[in-house]
């Protein structure tokens, strides 16, 4: 299964309309949710991930982790309605990053408790903050938190590029039709091999 989504991903560029390249100089990766309730969704896509952070890393672009968690009902939200069996408590073995991730001591981790990752959180002030004015966004799911983080970037005003290899969710289906929304008016795709080009790591 995960051989043939990874082969349908090589295709993502059949999706774009305009392509462009990450400046690094003012670019952040954002490597969304990857906890350890996610890790069936997650494993496919961890080798690319891991190439993702270790070429963003290599050219000094900041590496920020979010997290989904709840600290009480008072959080829930709608959440409570539409995922009721499967809210993240803080605190819980599930809500916890994925070991298996590159993560550093000095690393941030922003902490969200709904889909985007801008709401209701300080995430635009700390971006602003470093002079950064792109995005890269990785991680799960590709058609929910991801789409939705790369959504509420765009409209705060910074350029989005968006991973079509190190992002996943529960289907085929649901990744490609992010990827196709994403390329119409949203985000710049990229993959593994592009940004090691685009950012010149030997």
């Not at 705060?156 to 992002?167: E, N, P």
Request: hydrophobic residues 40%; aromatic residues 10%; proline residues 3%.
């Amino acid at each position: 299964m995960a051989s043939s989504l990874l082969k349908k991903l090589k295709l993502y560029n059949t999706y774009e309309i305009r392509k462009r390249n990450p400046d690094p100089k003012s670019c952040a990766l954002l490597v969304i949710d990857m906890q350890n309730s996610y890790t069936f969704t997650a494993e496919p896509i961890l080798s690319n991930l891991s190439t993702t952070i270790h070429l963003c890393r290599n050219a000094s672009i900041p590496v920020i982790f979010t997290r989904h968690c709840h600290k009480s009902p008072a959080d829930y939200g709608m959440f409570a309605e539409w995922w009721d069996e499967h809210i993240l408590l803080d605190g819980t073995e599930e809500a916890e990053l994925m070991p298996a991730l590159d993560r550093k001591p000095e690393d941030m981790v922003v902490e969200k408790s709904t889909y985007g990752a801008f709401w209701n959180t300080q995430l635009e002030e700390k971006l602003v903050e470093m002079g950064i004015k792109e995005v890269i966004v990785t991680g799960v799911f590709t058609n929910q938190c991801c789409e939705m983080t790369a959504r509420e970037a765009f409209v705060r005003g910074f350029r989005v590029f968006f991973s079509a290899d190190a992002t996943a969710t529960i289907n085929s289906e649901l990744h490609e039709a992010t990827l196709k929304n994403m390329a119409f008016g949203c985000a710049y795709l990229v993959d593994c091999h592009r940004l090691r080009d685009s950012l010149s790591i030997k």
